[in-house]
């Protein structure tokens, strides 16, 4: 069981290009989740999928979007990277959203830097 | 919406110190959950509190959720250098809400 993985693990890019951080679990969890974390701001919700086939913004969407492609896979685009997207971001997944006795599984995290 | 505040921000210690970190929340929560993140890693559950007044234990750490379950906090008691990471609580069913966390440096 290799959990939660996302790839790549680290990127550089330059304003107004785009890329597409991968994500996918292995524990057929139902919800998946996109945080980003920055220095002293605690994760900060980007989007998440309750469930196969559903998307929802969460706290901070405004630049990305989210394609969740199976059970497996959610996957989060930035079309137009800005350096405020400078950040390092986790995916995450659950069982069940609307449980109330889910842990989260985080996957190692995608340090980005946009220059 | 909802927030989830966490305070203090920075924390250092002398090893064998004890350690508490308060969570608070705008709302009152179902349940709330406690993170562990080391240096360069990402977050690991540590536990999830749901009845009001609840205390669990987990050898040195002591973890309570408030009776009116709008607050929490994590205790830790002799302080070890393996205790070095950032402390998260987060609240929520569907979405959870994380607080900004609390980061704890030991000095041996």
């Known amino acids: 069981n290799a959990g939660v993985t996302q790839t790549p693990k680290f990127q550089v890019l330059k304003t107004g290009q785009s890329m597409t951080l991968q994500c996918a679990q292995d524990?057929?969890?139902?919800?998946m989740y996109w945080y980003r974390q920055d220095p002293g701001m605690g994760l900060r919700l980007i989007y998440y999928s309750a469930s196969e086939g559903t998307t929802d913004k969460g706290e901070v969407p405004n630049g990305y979007n989210v394609s969740r492609l199976n059970k497996r896979e959610f996957s989060l685009r930035l079309e137009s990277a800005a350096p405020s997207q400078t950040s390092v971001y986790f995916c995450?997944?659950?069982?069940?959203?609307?449980?109330?006795?889910?842990?989260?599984?985080f996957g190692p995290g995608t340090r980005l830097t946009v220059l | 919406g909802q927030q989830v505040m966490q305070i203090p921000q920075y924390q250092h210690v002398q090893e064998g110190e004890d350690f508490t970190t308060y969570c608070n929340s705008s709302t009152t929560l179902s349940n709330i959950q406690w993170y562990k993140q080391r240096p360069g890693g990402h977050p690991v559950f540590l536990i999830q509190?749901?009845?009001?007044?609840e205390v669990k234990k987990q050898k040195r750490l002591t973890f309570q959720f408030g009776e009116a379950k709008k607050n929490s906090s994590l205790h830790i008691t002799a302080t070890q250098t393996t205790d070095v990471g950032t402390y998260f609580c987060a609240g929520g069913t569907g979405k959870l809400i994380f607080g900004q966390g609390t980061t704890l440096q030991v000095k041996p």
């Open positions: 509190l749901v009845k009001s007044g």
């Open positions: 995450a997944s659950r069982e069940i959203a609307s449980s109330s006795y889910n842990e989260q599984f």
């Open positions: 524990m057929n969890h139902n919800s």
